[in-house]
């Protein structure tokens, strides 16, 4: 009986639990990447105990790869040396680390996974609590094969109707962080649900969950239903609250929202693309674990198709896959025909290490989960946060554009 | 001990900015603390004060580089009205003492004399005379504060010899 993070603590225990206990849980899978795992490594090391199971360790190169500098390549290098030598054979490469963990079936209904990145909640939608830890938390749980956890207290929000032509998840999941703050569900669990929830298709779900954590939330979840059954193409646990009892319930009309846009350098500065139109864009950013998914390409190569970019227009897949599935359907010769650079899949450009970094006053429109200062390069450029589709209309004008002008 | 006082938001970058890391010794990352929001408290905090801040004090990123460069300062604990939740766990990781406590934020001023009694949960105020509770934190988190840090611990226990605490 419970809110789903407590249904979820509770069946893992075996015992009933409630937010505000203390716990100490066993982890399903720990994920880390190319800037968390060094930290964890050392953490690992002091601790001088075996790695409790290597087979629920996953380690995915994501935010630097390949490697654009020497630094970087010394870092892998290290990396690679203790993935050899401990036989972790869950190593990957091709693309963003949520997007791994989710496409090789490691973000299962009910579990509990960590990850070294605070974008782990993104597992959320798929009814399987995730959430980001720092590296010593990961490397202590390569040790036990487990974490202690503080159930928390849950926020509902309750999103009923239907999301006008040209407002996406995307959008609602700023409106929403607007509407909380930038820590106005810290520690909380975020719990969606409503009809416009159940009408979404899991990719939306995912930029749902992905955000979570914008609010300050430990977590963002949603309940298991058919949609997510279809999407993992097997039997999956059950999850969904019984009976339970929320802190607060949020309701929120979906019928009325329009394209957000989250302006530098905060995610809760959102406002309608209405007070913002017509600023000028140096770039376009598409992808990350947020909106780099298939559906997000289909829906900005829709707007590109017979087009030329104006401003430069930069697209990352967030994995092989869909990479791959992108090709297969033509969508990257879209790209390709409308003047985009296509990059490997990877975060890109998301944490300014390389693929599109940004000089001092130059200004991005992207489909990423942040724009803090200086996160795309220099501290005096900006970045604007917005849907897929938003993000090819602009670039397709060169300027912030209402994505209902080209659909 | 003395108490130093600082506002809302204080984020992992005002902790600490990336120039300054990493580096060989982190301890040395302590000299750098708050540098750029609180140079007073950077240049003068000594051994055992204690940093009382408003909300969602170490919000942004997951990179423990500002708890550590907060524990190399040397401070005996922060309390703060709210914590970001990632800098919270990497607080308690490394053994750096933190308190969640509302009251204390309006019953301390800066430069009054303090003591903590974990244990108890419970804050005295010298300078003005006064008590503050506080919800002391779980059994096994002071220990592994006591200890050092959750690293420290592990060497030595299993996170199973604490389920009876919890």
């Known amino acids: 009986m419970g809110t789903i993070v407590e249904e979820i603590f509770s069946k893992k225990l075996k015992r009933k639990v409630k937010a505000g206990d203390v716990v100490i849980a066993p982890v399903d899978y720990v994920m880390s990447h190319d800037t968390t795992t060094p ?21 995915v190169f994501d935010h630097y790869y390949p490697s654009p500098e020497i630094k970087s390549a010394k870092t892998h290098k290290k990396i690679r040396t203790f993935i050899k030598k401990h036989n972790i054979n869950n190593f990957f490469t091709q693309g963003v680390s949520h997007q791994i963990m989710i496409e090789k079936g490691f973000a299962v209904p009910g579990d509990i996974v960590i990850g070294g990145d605070s974008h782990t909640c993104t597992y959320g939608a798929l009814g399987c609590f995730s959430t980001g830890m720092g590296s010593t938390d990961i490397g202590c749980t390569w040790a036990t094969g487990k974490s202690w956890f503080k159930i928390p207290e849950t926020i509902n929000i309750n999103v009923s109707g239907k999301l006008k032509k040209g407002v996406y998840a995307k959008d609602l999941i700023l409106m929403i962080i607007k509407l909380l703050g930038a820590d106005g569900a810290t520690y909380k669990s975020i719990e969606f649900s409503g009809n416009t929830i159940e009408n ?43 009976n339970p009892e ?24 959102v406002c ?67 003047g985009a650079v296509v990059c490997n899949p990877g975060c890109g450009p998301c944490v300014g290490r390389h693929q599109g970094i940004l000089a001092k006053d130059e200004t991005a429109l992207t489909t990423m989960n942040r724009n803090f200062r200086g996160r795309m390069g220099s501290p005096d450029s900006g970045i604007f946060l917005a849907s897929p589709a938003t993000a090819a209309a602009s670039a397709v004008c060169g300027k912030i554009t209402d994505p209902r002008r080209l659909l | 001990m003395k108490a130093w006082k ?34 007073e408290f950077t240049e003068n905090a000594e051994k055992g004060d204690v940093l ?46 933190i308190i969640t406590s509302e009251n204390a934020y309006d019953k301390i001023e800066e430069n009054d004399n303090i003591s903590i009694d974990f244990n108890k949960g419970l804050i005295e105020n010298f300078t003005k005379n006064k008590k503050i509770k506080f919800d002391p934190l779980p059994e096994f988190i002071i220990q592994i504060i006591q200890k050092g840090g959750i690293v420290s611990f592990l060497k030595e226990k299993d996170l199973d010899d604490m389920t009876n605490d919890l």
């Not at chain 1, 914008?214 to 019984?242: N, Q």
């Not at chain 2, 580089?65 to 005996?76: F, N, V, W």
Request: aromatic share 8%; hydrophobic share 40%; proline share 3%.
């Open chain 1, 246 to 269: 929320y802190e607060k319930i949020i309701n929120i009309d979906a019928g009325k929202i329009e394209p957000q846009i989250a302006y530098p350098d905060r995610v809760d500065n």
């Open chain 1, 272 to 338: 309608d693309i209405q007070e913002i139109e017509n600023k000028k864009l140096d770039q376009v950013f598409i992808g990350t674990c947020t909106n780099g998914r298939y559906k997000d390409l289909e829906i900005a190569a829709e707007i590109l198709e017979n087009k030329k970019v104006k401003c430069r227009t930069i697209i990352v897949p967030a994995s092989n896959n869909i990479l791959k599935k992108a090709i297969d359907s033509g969508l990257i010769d879209t790209f390709i025909n409308a």
């Open chain 2, 52 to 97: 009382i801040a408003g909300d969602n004090f170490g919000c942004g990123s997951s990179r423990e580089y500002a708890a550590i460069a907060m524990k190399a300062t040397g401070i005996s604990c922060i309390i703060a009205k709210s914590f970001a939740r990632i800098f919270y766990r990497n607080a308690i990781n490394i053994g750096l003492a």
């Open chain 1, 200 to 242: 979404m298709e899991i990719h939306e779900r995912l930029t749902l969950s992905n955000m979570a954590i914008e609010a300050g939330a430990k977590c963002g979840l949603i309940r298991t239903d058919k949609k997510t059954k279809k999407y993992l193409k097997k039997k999956i646990a059950e999850i969904f609250p019984r």
């Open chain 1, 39 to 59: 930290l964890a490594i050392e953490a690992w090391k002091k601790i001088k105990k075996p790695i409790f199971n290597k087979k629920k360790i996953v380690i």
């Open chain 2, 6 to 39: 600082i506002g809302d938001d204080v984020n992992t970058d005002e902790i600490i900015s990336c120039r300054h890391y990493p580096r060989e010794d982190n301890s040395e990352l302590g000299r750098f603390a708050l540098e750029d929001v609180f140079n």
